[in-house]
DNA sequence: ATGCCTTTGTGAACGCGTGCACAAAGATGG
DNA sequence: CCATCTTTGTGCACGCGTTCACAAAGGCAT
């Protein structure tokens, strides 16, 4: 999952709560796939247990769109889909541009999901002039220049920011002044945005590293559990394999006085972080 | 953000809260900006703004890792790095193998952010042949046959799934079974794992859908509120291009009887839909 | 040394989300 | 037409997460 949530807080927007809307995709996909195979209803339990969700969730949440089920029999596919489609407003069309044609920003314009739904890429934009006029995913790139009259001539209100951080926030506020009020970014920053304007983040490192925690935590058990069964079995060294020399578990130079600062942190890989600009960037060279 | 959370629901890991944990890496990107601009001390109200959130959620979260602050001054910054970055596991090296090596997998290759965290690219992994020995991010793709022995053989334990969403509860199995117990999916896909395997999803689709919901009822609103003021300003057209004819806002066919399968439902661009596999497959092949 | 001022750490209240469990509703078979 | 069985829709309780508000703690100036 991406990391998004940088959401209103509070208000349940017309009653449906946020934590339902963020299921109902979920919900139209597995509806979507058993449409395909031309399923016409469905049980609460079955779909439920399609879309990976418990199926008292799964009807409270559809409670909040109506009642839309037969007691006794289950919710009619075809039907669902559309009303959920309609929820979620992909009865229209989002004309969408994504900025930054990196990496990431080509493969999201080449992304099949984007076209599938009722998005369509109006427009790829990047601030490299070399960029401009060359065809990404069958649309010829634009230059950062004509990103105001883009968005008003499209009526665009959804913008994707695949830049690099350091870009980011410039972006995001062209978007803005341009009229663009949803915002799905990529690139490793908080973005600030008035009142009104939507933000949601999807970042790679931050996902990674909640799993790194939790693979610490599980060799950690694992170690403890074996300790504590003294090497009954193979004593299956942890997973991951260059452990730091794990100096002092407190470095005392920064404990008390404010430090100079000067690399007196032990972290891993401090050195490597250091040329390249603020965490993670995208780089904007694609590969061979 | 992405949408994962297919996580163990209520077990607190280490007394740490989920929610804390998911926002640590987000204040460590804080922090190491600090921290590169030689910043000695950062006060909660600060760091706070910085990360995006509350500040006294912050310093609850801190809370839960122990009492790194001082009172009258705040937080030493290489400290703080250090032990979020201990805390997270992100003193160690966490081999990673990337399997499905499209545009995205391609681009999450390149990705900065990957290796500056302690995360390395063991290998790159993909089902087509003809990928083979070819090198994304300078490191040759190796075939699917080799992933039980690069696994092993590296002692990888975190996976990020990006194929096609048919092949990745395949991939996930095979990974799985090959030792690796924390995966980031990328696929549209609800993954089913043994219990002790972690699995995060990122979902670009989904997340422009619940962007599109936002878009929509504020589209509503502001239409609401301009046929309140009977168009005193310009009538500001809905930002939605295409809008669908709206047929009957309820498929009578559908609502009674089970459908016959056959598309009777109005929804947008579902032929568009059709003939690409359920739902948004990533694309295998490279933009031009 | 003493008092003031800043900032942390946390107790407590509140609200949202989740899951249980069951009554109501409707289909289905006799 | 009635009985039975399946499945929905939801009232209720519980737990997690967030936020407020404040007392304790420490630095700093005098």
Redesign the interface.
Known sequence: ???????RPATR??GIPEAT??R???Y???L??L??R????VSSEELAA???VNSAKLRKDFSYLGSYGTRGVGY????L??QI????????????VIVGI???G??????????????RVAALIDADPAMAG????GIAVQHTDELESIISD?????GVIATPAGAAQQVCERLVAA?V????NFA?T?L?VPD?V?V?????????????????????EEAAQDAAQAGATAPA?A??????P?AA?T?AT??TG?????A??????AD???N?G??????A????
Not at 134 to 137: D, G, I, M, S, Y
């Open positions: 999952m991406a990391t998004g949530r940088t959401h927007s017309r809307v963020a109902l995709p979920l139209l996909r597995a979507t796939a449409s395909e031309s399923v016409p209803t399609a879309a990976g009619d596919v075809e039907y889909v559309y489609s309609r929820e979620l407003g992909l009865t229209q069309d989002w004309p969408v990196g990496n990431l080509a493969a999201l314009a080449n992304y099949g999901g984007f076209a599938s739904r009722g998005f060359k065809p990404v995913a499209n009526g665009v209100s959804i009229g009020t949803s915002i799905l490793p908080v600030s009104g939507d949601r983040k999807v970042d790679l490192s931050i996902e990674l590293q909640i799993l790194a925690f939790h693979e610490q935590r599980k060799a950690g060294p997973r991951a394999s260059r452990v730091l794990d578990a470095p920064a404990a404010p430090a100079t600062g000067a007196t942190a032990p972290v891993a890989s490597a972080r250091d390249q603020p965490d993670g960037d995208v780089p060279v694609m590969p061979a």
